[in-house]
């Protein structure tokens, strides 16, 4: 009877184990964890660079020492100051202004590598932030655009040949745009004979505003279409 006991002792046992592994729920699998570093390159090629700036000074606490830190610094101040010159040719100068502030104060925090010839790569970056902020400036001391758009590669402006005073004060508003932006300048007309007066009073104005201004203008004559002048602003 013994034997038989201690048999079914062990029988019992193991269908109370079987019994308790069956019952115990199935863990699911843990998620991997995104690596820190892959979101903050994803972040600054996908334009969320204050995302990415969030994302690099929490690292930052976390492993002030981690190797890895600087060359992301590094991109993300260059993306800044790129940024900062798209919007200042769209002719945002906030922005642009924001943009490069960001690119500076990162740029501190982000030197290049040591080597030899790393002076000369920071010496170059320095150069471009120096003429990207030259530029901003150059933008902010321009008095506001009256009729063209400054972000735009040209502005087509009608012009109001059938009223002389009308046609005045909106040729010295295209005089004081094309002195301030630095405007070339096609002037379009119907007919010949509007080629000579339109010119003469427009180049007028601007040789009174600004005698040595280089600009370049040309004229065209465009049957069955309106008079009008074309102003194409110099970018920074």
């Known amino acids: 009877m013994k034997p038989f006991a201690s048999r079914y002792l062990l029988l019992a046992a193991f269908s109370l184990v079987l019994a308790a592994c069956q019952s115990?729920?199935?863990?699911?699998?843990?998620?991997?964890?995104p690596d820190a570093y892959l979101q903050v390159q994803q972040n600054i090629a996908s334009g969320e660079l204050a995302t990415a700036e969030d994302q690099l000074a929490t690292l930052q606490k976390q492993a002030p020492d981690d190797p890895r830190l600087?060359?992301?610094?590094?991109?993300?101040?260059e993306a800044y100051l790129q940024r900062s010159q798209i919007v200042l040719q769209k002719g945002d100068v906030n922005a642009a202004a924001t943009a490069l502030a960001r690119a500076r104060a990162l740029m501190p925090k982000a030197p290049a590598l040591?080597?030899?010839?790393n002076n000369t790569?920071?010496?170059?970056?320095?150069?471009?932030?120096?003429?990207?902020e030259a530029a901003l400036k150059e933008a902010e001391a321009r008095p506001a655009a009256k009729v063209i758009d400054p972000?735009?590669?040209?502005?087509?402006?009608?012009?109001?040949?059938?009223?002389?005073?009308?046609l005045r004060r909106q040729l010295d508003d295209i005089a004081t745009d094309i002195v301030n932006y630095q405007c070339d300048v096609s002037l379009q007309v119907p007919r010949?004979?509007?080629?000579?007066?339109?010119?003469?009073?427009l180049k007028k104005r601007v040789t009174k505003l600004a005698p040595d201004l280089q600009w370049q203008f040309e004229h065209q004559i465009i049957r069955n279409q309106h008079a009008q002048v074309v102003l194409s602003p110099r970018k920074p």
């Open 151 to 166: 972000s735009a590669e040209s502005t087509p402006v009608t012009l109001n040949v059938t009223d002389i005073g009308k």
């Open 24 to 33: 115990k729920p199935t863990e699911p699998p843990t998620a991997p964890v």
């Open 192 to 201: 010949t004979q509007d080629v000579a007066w339109l010119t003469t009073l």
């Open 70 to 77: 600087e060359p992301y610094q590094r991109q993300l101040a």
């Open 114 to 117: 040591g080597g030899a010839g």
């Open 121 to 132: 790569v920071s010496d170059a970056r320095k150069a471009e932030l120096d003429k990207a």
